[in-house]
């Protein structure tokens, strides 16, 4: 049983960080569980990072790259005047 004991702890020393740290608290001393164990926590690591890019990228093209308050809140057709006459007509 000390064999499988180690074989665990060297293949939990292989595993990358993000998986080791997951799987490494459990104290899993069943190699086939181990194995099957990292796995899926690789498997769901993978999909979690495609959501997330997935996501990023959708929002990179719906929304538009500057800042919102960019125009001082006017719409761009306003051009800046509040409505009054340009130049002032004092009459």
């Known amino acids: 049983m000390e064999a499988e004991e180690d074989k665990c702890?060297?293949?939990e020393n292989g595993l990358r960080p993000?998986?080791?740290q997951?799987?490494?608290?459990?104290?899993?001393?069943?190699f086939l569980t181990l194995?099957?164990?990292s796995r899926i926590c690789d498997k769901d690591s993978?999909?979690?990072?495609?959501?997330?890019?997935?996501?990023?990228?959708?929002?990179?093209?719906d929304?538009?790259?500057g800042k919102p308050y960019g125009r001082?809140?006017?719409?761009?057709d306003e051009g800046g005047n509040s409505g009054g006459k340009i130049g002032g007509d004092k009459n």
Request: proline residues 2%; glycine residues 10%.
């Open 63 to 65: 929304f538009a790259r």
């Open 46 to 61: 993978k999909a979690k990072a495609n959501y997330y890019k997935a996501a990023n990228e959708k929002r990179g093209r």
């Open 18 to 20: 993000n998986i080791k």
């Open 35 to 37: 194995v099957n164990k």
């Open 9 to 11: 702890v060297k293949f």
């Open 72 to 76: 001082g809140g006017k719409k761009p």
């Open 22 to 30: 997951l799987i490494g608290f459990s104290e899993i001393r069943n």
